[in-house]
């Protein structure tokens, strides 16, 4: 395996004209070096001039609990001042920024548009431009790879769907780096900040995160390794129902139950179900306590996903499918649920602002046969590569 180089290993390799200027750091704990050093911390001891840290969702700890709001902190690790833009703002004032020259954005992503630290790009990117200080993003690659004809909708209908989980029209499995979405946003909605993207050196879009890394460093309390960030695209659909997404279990997005499932029935109509839908998955029935969020402390019956082949699995149909045979074999037990977080707090309309279309929910009453023959239709990604080629940065 061939050890590539983040955006902050370029970068850290050169000498940039601003290295001494001031500097606002946008970061977490998750960022580090490919040698697994902190990314502020590798800037400081190689005397880059930061003055500043903001932090998103999650914190600069990246412990914090999906949805809470996150406070201002002295950084323990730097002593240097923490803003938080997960908490009474979502983009930097004028304030916080007095004093910086420029923005430094270095923050891993996982490769799912409700994913929250893209949308903190996006206000840094527009705070930047009606601040005019240059920002630079630092580039990682996408987890789940870059290869567009894995890329899965629905397409977010920004009129009625747009939200903090989804602000721009783009689909649920983007398939793209934060640097090459920084790119098309930059231009498509005419922020026009001043934009530089340090790419990573030796990634390719073909490359899931095991074939250039050998260790995950978790992102949040609920994306701990791999697999949590494969299945999350389409598990995270689970937050707008009553079935357990793992949250409080070792192993959250892999998993989906609830005290009354059928286990046995809803794993084996799966594996019959998903095989002319997706690549290689297998669902496995298991037992498991969360110790968090819904069913806190009860035994849930539920299944595991299995990921045989991840370079052409397609999560959002998997868990689509997943959803809706659960509602099929559960009539009366099934329910839709609100997701109460600090950007949403009555939780409303959850499942429309994950799939990013209203009424969702009423393509979970087709037929479960006719709902598996057109669930590739309902994923689709539209003219999603097209839109964004001219704003690729990797091949």
């Given at each position: 395996?061939?050890?590539i180089?983040?955006?902050?290993?370029?970068?850290?390799?050169?000498?940039?004209?601003?290295?001494?200027?001031?500097?606002?750091?946008?970061?977490?704990?998750?960022?580090?070096?490919?040698?697994?050093?902190?990314?502020?911390?590798?800037?400081?001891?190689?005397?880059?001039?930061?003055?500043?840290?903001?932090?998103?969702?999650?914190?600069?700890?990246?412990?914090?609990?999906?949805?809470?709001?996150m406070?201002?902190?002295?950084?323990?690790?730097?002593?240097?001042?923490?803003?938080?833009?997960?908490?009474?703002?979502?983009?930097?004032?004028?304030?916080?920024?007095?004093?910086?020259?420029?923005?430094?954005?270095?923050?891993p992503?996982?490769?799912?548009?409700?994913?929250?630290?893209?949308?903190?790009?996006?206000?840094?990117?527009?705070?930047c431009?009606?601040?005019?200080?240059?920002?630079?993003?630092?580039?990682?690659?996408?987890?789940?790879?870059?290869?567009?004809?894995?890329a899965?909708?629905?397409?977010?209908?920004?009129?009625?769907?747009s939200?903090?989980?989804?602000?721009?029209?783009?689909?649920?499995?983007?398939?793209?780096?934060?640097?090459?979405?920084?790119?098309?946003?930059?231009?498509?909605?005419s922020?026009?900040?001043?934009?530089?993207?340090?790419?990573?050196?030796?990634?390719?879009?073909?490359?899931?995160f095991?074939?250039?890394?050998?260790?995950?460093?978790?992102?949040?309390?609920?994306?701990?390794?791999?697999?949590?960030?494969?299945?999350?695209?389409g598990?995270?659909f689970?937050?707008?129902t009553?079935?357990?997404?793992?949250?409080?279990?070792a192993?959250?997005?892999?998993?989906?139950?609830?005290?009354?499932?059928?286990?046995?029935?809803?794993?084996?109509?799966?594996n019959?179900?998903?095989?002319?839908?997706?690549?290689?998955?297998?669902?496995?029935?298991?037992?498991?306590?969360?110790?968090?969020?819904?069913?806190?402390?009860?035994?849930c019956?539920?299944?595991?996903?299995?990921?045989d082949?991840?370079?052409?699995?397609?999560?959002?149909?998997?868990?689509?499918?997943?959803?809706?045979?659960?509602?099929?074999?559960?009539?009366?037990?099934?329910?839709?649920?609100?997701?109460?977080?600090?950007?949403?707090?009555?939780?409303?309309?959850?499942?429309?602002?994950?799939?990013?279309?209203?009424?969702?929910e009423?393509?979970?009453?087709?037929?479960?046969?006719?709902?598996a023959?057109?669930?590739?239709?309902?994923?689709?990604?539209?003219?999603?590569?097209?839109?964004?080629?001219p704003?690729?940065?990797?091949?």
């Amino acid at each position: 395996m061939h050890r590539i180089q983040y955006g902050i290993d370029v970068l850290l390799a050169k000498e940039p004209a601003w290295k001494s200027r001031n500097i606002g750091l946008v970061t977490n704990h998750a960022a580090t070096t490919n040698r697994f050093v902190p990314s502020r911390v590798a800037l400081l001891q190689q005397g880059f001039t930061i003055v500043q840290l903001f932090s998103p969702e999650h914190g600069l700890d990246t412990t914090g609990a999906d949805g809470h709001a996150m406070s201002n902190q002295v950084d323990p690790l730097t002593r240097l001042p923490v803003t938080s833009l997960y908490g009474d703002k979502l983009a930097p004032t004028q304030a916080d920024v007095a004093g910086i020259d420029l923005m430094l954005f270095d923050i891993p992503d996982v490769g799912s548009r409700f994913y929250t630290y893209l949308w903190t790009l996006s206000h840094v990117m527009q705070a930047c431009a009606a601040y005019n200080i240059p920002l630079i993003i630092a580039d990682r690659p996408n987890p789940l790879s870059g290869n567009l004809q894995l890329a899965e909708g629905p397409i977010l209908d920004e009129t009625n769907c747009s939200s903090f989980i989804g602000r721009w029209s783009m689909p649920v499995r983007h398939s793209c780096t934060l640097g090459e979405l920084a790119r098309f946003f930059n231009e498509s909605r005419s922020i026009n900040c001043s934009l530089e993207v340090i790419p990573c050196a030796r990634w390719q879009r073909d490359q899931f995160f095991p074939g250039y890394a050998n260790s995950f460093v978790p992102l949040s309390p609920a994306i701990p390794g791999f697999e949590s960030a494969l299945l999350y695209p389409g598990l995270c659909f689970l937050e707008a129902t009553n079935i357990s997404e793992g949250r409080g279990t070792a192993v959250p997005f892999r998993v989906a139950g609830a005290p009354w499932l059928q286990a046995g029935t809803t794993a084996q109509l799966f594996n019959m179900m998903i095989a002319g839908i997706s690549g290689n998955v297998h669902a496995r029935p298991v037992v498991f306590t969360p110790t968090e969020g819904k069913y806190a402390g009860q035994s849930c019956n539920g299944v595991m996903l299995h990921v045989d082949d991840y370079h052409s699995f397609l999560p959002v149909a998997a868990g689509w499918l997943l959803i809706r045979l659960i509602k099929e074999l559960h009539p009366v037990e099934f329910a839709w649920a609100a997701y109460p977080t600090h950007v949403n707090p009555s939780g409303q309309k959850h499942l429309g602002l994950l799939a990013g279309i209203q009424n969702a929910e009423v393509l979970f009453e087709t037929d479960l046969d006719d709902f598996a023959k057109k669930l590739r239709t309902y994923t689709a990604s539209g003219n999603w590569p097209q839109c964004i080629q001219p704003f690729l940065i990797y091949s």
